[in-house]
């Protein structure tokens, strides 16, 4: 749901924000600044700002878990084209949306390796414990079999560390990142205008509007001149 409303020296557009909805608040004073000016993709696929999105992600992790996230943009200019809000919210969600699956694909891959780092050490530590029985049996009665064992006991526990970090330690972080991002992906986006800059402020601002809403403004500008012709 878009709307546009005005009060005072303040207009907004973009999505409702829902009652008891967690607000992140950005200040820019162009829309363009919230994204990667070298990213040569397109608007909708771009990546954020590594400052913006830091700011949005950081503001996020403080705010409770439960609770659902809403973003306002305060920005420096008047209202530009009439759909750049919902572009705007279709290219937040889709930096997050893609940010999910990149944690997501980061936790299989951990996974693996923690897997695959199993494998290994429980091989390790069996040929250890054999390998040091074995030692032990040999010299029998000698202070350097019992040394041997124990040596060779501790090397394999050791070589168990690897899968025990992955596996108690390393994933849910990783976890905790894909599931704020989906968060962050479904969040309501809401822009707030200030009267600082001309009406025409707009076109030295982000190319992001769509063709339509670019027609939908040609349109209505030469509206009154073909009906007064």
């Known amino acids: 749901m878009t709307s546009t409303s005005s009060a005072d020296d303040k207009s907004v557009a973009g999505d409702s924000i829902p009652p008891k909805c967690a607000v992140i608040e950005v200040h820019v004073g162009e829309l363009k600044q919230l994204f990667d000016a070298i990213d040569p993709s397109p608007f909708r696929d771009r990546d954020l700002d590594p400052k913006a999105e830091e700011f949005i992600v ?3 992790k403080d705010l409770p878990r439960e609770s659902s996230l809403a973003l306002v943009v305060n920005l420096d200019r008047e209202a530009g084209l009439p759909d750049e809000a919902a572009v705007l919210r279709d290219a937040i969600h889709e930096f997050f949306r ?4 990149t944690q997501r694909q ?3 891959e951990l996974f693996r390796l ?3 780092s199993l ?3 429980l091989v390790a530590l069996a040929a250890a414990i054999a390998l040091g029985d074995f030692l032990a049996t040999l010299l029998r009665g000698s202070r350097i079999g019992g040394i041997a064992r124990e040596s060779l006991t501790i090397g394999g526990w050791v070589s168990m560390w690897r899968p025990l970090e992955v ?16 968060r962050l992906a479904v969040m309501p986006i809401r822009i707030r ?3 600082a800059t001309g009406p025409d402020a707009w076109r030295a601002d982000w190319p992001a509007v769509s063709a339509i809403g670019q027609r939908k403004t040609i349109e209505a500008q030469q509206g009154p001149l073909n009906h007064a012709s």
């Open 106 to 108: 980061r936790l299989r």
């Open 193 to 195: 205008y200030a009267n």
């Open 114 to 116: 923690g897997r695959t």
């Open 98 to 101: 893609h940010r999910a699956e």
């Open 119 to 121: 494998m290994i050490g």
């Open 167 to 182: 596996f108690l330690y390393d994933w849910w972080p990783i976890r905790n990142e894909a599931l704020l991002s989906d």
């Open 58 to 60: 950081g503001w996020a």
